[in-house]
């Protein structure tokens, strides 16, 4: 009798390892999508929604004072008040959000110094000046009732005895540039 249950409990141990699929090490994983999510409700204030699209910036500490900013509970500071400011200040930048008197954000502005830049910055800056020098970035990115009213980054060039400015969009579109000579001192 012993034997048959210890037949019985390995044949029920042996058999569900065999069901398991195994997997083809030629077969090729392929990627990975990344799917953007539109914008993140902050707060319902009453049949209003306050919206807010954090940015994909690739500086760790730009992500995370947006964070912060998500995670901000308003609560019922705002009351009496016709708008209300809130100001958040990281390691290299700061954001601002306004509120109306219902609570609802109406404005966010963020405004950041010597940023981690998105490689498409950086490919089409160094594309387009080759032998320049980034070393100066500034990046500004606000946003009015929900949507983007600007996303671009002000870069400082140096070659030389020369210095150049420019602005940038996230995909690397230049769009104005300033330049001047310096004399060497």
């Known amino acids: 009798m012993k034997t048959l249950i210890f037949i019985v409990l390995a044949l029920g141990i042996y058999c569900p390892t065999y069901s398991q699929e195994k997997m083809d090490e030629s077969i090729d994983t392929g990627t990975i999508n990344m ?11 009453g049949k209003d929604f306050s919206y807010y699209l954090p940015d994909r910036n690739p500086d760790p500490s730009v992500r995370k004072l947006q964070s912060e900013f998500i995670a901000y509970n308003l609560g019922k500071d705002y009351e009496g008040y016709d708008s209300y400011l809130v100001i958040l200040e990281g390691e290299k930048g700061i954001l601002t959000a306004t509120y109306d008197f219902k609570g609802k954000l109406t404005s966010v502005v963020e405004k ?5 830049l998105p490689p498409p910055v950086i490919y089409s800056v160094y594309k387009a000046y080759p032998g320049w020098q980034i070393v100066n970035d500034k990046y500004l990115y606000t946003q009015e009732n929900g949507d983007i009213t600007k996303k671009e980054y002000s870069l400082k060039l ?7 400015k420019l602005t940038v969009n996230p ?6 540039k300033k330049g001047e000579a310096i004399a060497k001192m």
Request: glycine share 4%.
């Open 35 to 45: 799917v953007d999510l539109p914008e993140i409700v902050i707060k319902n204030a």
């Open 158 to 164: 140096k070659k030389d005895n020369q210095i150049l």
């Open 112 to 116: 950041y110094d010597n940023t981690q």
């Open 171 to 176: 995909k690397g579109e230049i769009f104005t």
